[in-house]
């Protein structure tokens, strides 16, 4: 090769030639100064264009840090913003706690008659343990079943007839 093969240099640095074309630059390079100086060159060259690049990268750095506070401002509107969303979150209590509340008022009505019915249960058998009041409940029950039994013959006497 006479011809110096100046074009094809930062080709070769950038790794796009054939094997055959490499083969060649590396046996010119190998016997020409000039062509290794400008092969330094270009390689400078490269290494300036990936500092420009990593510069370029900065502000994008510089960037994401700016979205940082944007990100750290919007935490702080959001903090002032807390107060309303405490209140709000204090009115769901609160209506949550009437829910519950109400449940439990429910329960409570429900255990209440539970017990109304278990007093009932108690007396009545309070009733059956006193000899007396037993002796009563009985003449009295007696009593109502008679007067439910004449009345129901009655009502059985006037429907016939
Ligand atoms: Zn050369």
New binding site residues.
């Given amino acids: 090769m006479t011809k110096?093969?100046?074009e094809q240099l930062s080709a070769y640095l950038d790794d796009e030639l054939t094997p055959d074309e490499r083969r060649e630059i590396e046996a010119?390079?190998e016997?020409?100064a000039?062509?290794q100086a400008?092969l330094e060159d270009l390689a400078g060259n490269n290494d300036d264009l990936v500092q420009t690049f990593s510069l370029i990268e900065a502000p994008f750095d510089l960037e994401a840090r700016v979205m940082q506070s944007i990100g750290a401002e919007e935490k702080r509107q959001f903090a002032c913003n807390g107060r309303i969303v405490a209140l709000l979150l204090g009115l769901l209590t609160l209506g949550l706690f009437y829910l519950l509340t109400g449940a439990i008022i429910g329960k409570l009505i429900h255990g209440w008659s539970k017990l109304v019915v278990t007093l009932i249960y108690a007396s009545s058998h309070f009733i059956l343990s006193v000899p007396a009041l037993t002796g009563g409940t009985i003449v009295l029950s007696l009593f109502i079943l008679v007067a439910s039994f004449v009345s129901l013959k009655r009502l059985l006497r006037t429907s016939a007839s």
């Fill in positions: 110096h093969p100046e010119h390079l016997t020409c000039s062509c400008l």
